[in-house]
């Protein structure tokens, strides 16, 4: 006489497959800006850090 298999066959338990659900789709609009306007402000230049830390970074000595 065979022995007694000791181990159950497993139950399928839930389905794998999960509901499709719809992706959210988020539009966004963009603000179109002009260049030029970016370029004609060089107020950067006069800023008294920007220039003590372009003269830290140049070579030139004086």
């Known amino acids: 006489m065979a ?3 000791p181990f159950r066959k497993k139950s399928s338990g839930r389905k794998k497959s999960s509901k499709i659900e719809e992706n959210i789709v988020v539009e966004y609009e963009r603000e ?3 260049e030029k306007k970016d370029e004609n402000n060089r107020s ?7 220039i003590d830390a372009m003269a830290l970074l140049s070579d030139e000595t004086k």
């Open 44 to 50: 950067h230049l006069t800023n008294k850090t920007f």
């Open 3 to 5: 022995p007694i298999w």
């Open 32 to 34: 179109v800006r002009s």
